[in-house]
């Protein structure tokens, strides 16, 4: 009953003022031909995007090497001769004016290079591109590797502070979709973490994200959760079955994460007309450059609706991460002790 009146309550404050206004201009899709070339390119020590805008190519140059999110970048329109060939008019780092600029495909139609004032650069596919999901090669048994962290004891450090009220997602928030991976196969490890396909999040921050799915469905958008409230033996799991060389991407089981608090969510979007999911500028846990939530690269729409899921979720109360656009705390999570419990 809590929840349910938190939820009422966030939705009469965020809808007053301009939420109730009509949505912005959202841009339009482009040809899948035109994003089959669209992504990363090196070669001759340079690095650069070719993205989409207003349905034109456009050629994204950073300033800075340790600029992985291309956010603060040089842009030079291409202009188009015909199919792949283009000419860009402006001098830059990678050419004089009035260079060429010929996109070489695959036999499945993907861009593989990309030729520029007659230097050659070649694709650098992203994990999750061209139909090749990315996957961890796992350090061990998966069975045993399971099996040691159902048996693990959390550390009583991480039991201190406030306690999450977990309540079911698909209840608290009506229309909201789940598609958690951790559940299933299709995630970065290719085993199912956890066999509890339902999603669970603190009181407060369930009604949080009720308001945030009231809030997109003028956009013509619902909510998709890929992971929510996970006890700490799961993201021990996790942790353990990573790859050496691979273990700074996951704090460790002593530290916490922050989903084992019930105040973390990872959410992505999907079309209300259709109930189809909404294709994102990155997959799931993708390790790209493509997570970043400033990211300059993609299409013009996959921009929009990414920096449209951040904009609601931060109206809402969430804190967006920076390194994963999907990641979101809700509050202080600091505050809140870290749980090992698989709700009934």
């Known amino acids: 009953m809590m929840y349910r009146i938190l939820s009422m309550l966030l939705c009469l404050l965020c809808f007053t003022g301009s939420a109730l206004a009509a949505p912005a201009f959202e841009p339009k899709d482009c040809p899948k031909d035109l ?7 090196y070669g001759n020590g340079e690095l650069f995007l070719l993205r989409e805008n207003r349905g ?19 842009i030079y329109p291409l202009y188009k001769e015909h199919f792949d060939s283009y000419t860009i008019n402006e001098s830059g780092p990678l050419n004089h004016l009035d260079a060429a600029v010929r996109i070489e495909r695959s036999r499945e139609g993907y861009g593989i290079s990309c030729s520029v004032g007659g230097n050659r ?46 309540v079911d997602l698909a209840q608290a928030v009506p229309g909201i979709k789940l598609d958690l991976r951790y559940a299933a196969a299709d995630n970065c490890f290719g085993h199912p973490l956890t066999d509890d396909a339902r999603a669970f999040l603190d009181a407060e921050a369930a009604a ?85 939530a ?37 509050g202080d999570i600091k505050a809140f002790a870290h749980l090992n419990v698989k709700p009934q």
């Open 294 to 330: 400033a990211f300059a690269g993609g299409t013009e729409l996959q921009r929009y609706q990414r920096d449209l899921l951040r904009r609601q979720m931060q109206m809402a109360g969430f804190v967006a991460s920076d390194m994963e656009w999907w990641h979101f705390d809700y």
């Open 56 to 74: 034109e190519v456009e050629l994204v140059y950073r300033f800075g090497q340790k600029d992985s999110s291309f956010a603060g970048s040089n």
């Open 208 to 292: 949080a994200l009720n308001a945030v799915q009231l809030r997109l469905a003028p956009y013509g958008y619902g909510l998709v959760v890929w992971e929510a409230y996970r006890p700490w033996s799961v993201s021990k799991l996790a942790y353990d079955a990573l790859p050496l060389e691979n273990k700074g991407m996951l704090p460790a089981p002593e530290v916490g994460f922050s989903h084992n608090t019930g105040r973390s969510v990872d959410v992505s979007l999907y079309h209300l007309a259709t109930g189809q999911p909404v294709e994102m500028i990155s997959d799931f846990d993708e390790p790209s450059v493509r997570q970043y």
């Open 35 to 41: 994003k089959y070339i669209l992504g990363m390119y």
């Open 121 to 166: 650069y070649s694709r650098r596919f992203f994990a999750g591109e061209n139909g090749r999901p990315f996957r961890f090669a796992v350090s061990g048994d998966w069975q045993e590797l399971k099996n040691a962290a159902d048996a693990a004891v959390m550390p009583s450090a991480l039991a201190g502070g406030q306690q999450a009220q977990l």
